[in-house]
C-alpha cells in the first residue's frame, strides 16, 4: 500500500486528482469506481478544474458508482445519482449513458445486485475505484461484519452510519435504513484503489484499518492485501498511524 500524506484537503483532493486524471489520460476509455460522502468532494472539484483548463478529457470514459440507499429516487437530493450529477457529471464532458449507480428504486434486491455486478463484469472491471472511508472502517456501505461481502449485496445501515450520515437529511428518521453496496470482492478486483480521508474524526479509524489487524469487522483494512492500493491523507487523518500496534 503506497500512502501519501499531504498537509491539508486541499493538497488531499489534488493529490487524488492527479492520480484520477493519470489514469484517465493513459487510458482514455477507462471504467472509473467512484464514491460518495464529504471527502472526496473537493476531488470531484479538482478533476473539474482539470477539465475547464482542458487538460482532461472525459468524453470516453465509463464510471460505476459504489453504492447508492434503497429507496431514494433520482430527484432526491439526498441519493447518490444526485450527488454525483451535481458534484462531477453536470460539471464535465462525460456521457450519461456511460455513468452507473446502482438503482435504489429497484425494489427487487437480488435482482438489482445481480444486475450491477453483471454491469461492472460487462464493462470489463474497474481500473481505478476511489473510496472515503466511514467512521467503522466501511468502504462503500460494507459495514462491519463478521465475513467479507464479496458481491454487490443489499445492506442494513448500522446505527452508527445512520448517526453519521443524518447531518446531510432533516432528521435521523428520514436516513434510509438500507442500501445496495459493492461487495468487497467487487472493490478489491478493482486493478487500482485510491482512498482518501482527512480530518482528525478519521485518525483513529485510519489507524486502525491500514496499520492494525485486517478484518471484516474493520472492512477497509482489507486494503492493505490489495496489490495496487493508494492511502491519500492529510496530516490529521495520520496523526495516530503509531497508536495500533502490529499483531
Ligand atoms: N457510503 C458512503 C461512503 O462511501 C463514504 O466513504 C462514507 C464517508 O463519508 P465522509 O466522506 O462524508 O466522511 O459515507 C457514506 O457512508
Redesign the pocket.
Known sequence: MKIYKAKDYQEMSRIAANIIAAQVILKPDCVLGL???????GTYDRLTELYESKDLDFSQVKTVN??EYKGLNHANDQS?YYFMHKNLFDRVNIKEENTNVPNGMEPDAAKECARYEELIRSLGGIDLQL?????NG????NEPCDIFEKETHCVD?TES?IE??KRFFACADDVPRQ?Y?MGIGTIMAAKKVLL????E??ADIVAKAFFGEITPQVPASILQLHKDAILVCDEAALSKRGSVRFS
Open positions: 464514491a460518495t460522502g464529504s471527502t472526496p468532494i459504489l453504492d447518490y473510496l472515503g472511508l466511514g467512521h466501511h468502504i462503500g456501505f445501515l452510519t453519521a450520515n442500501a453496496t482518501v480521508a482527512n480530518g474524526a478519521k
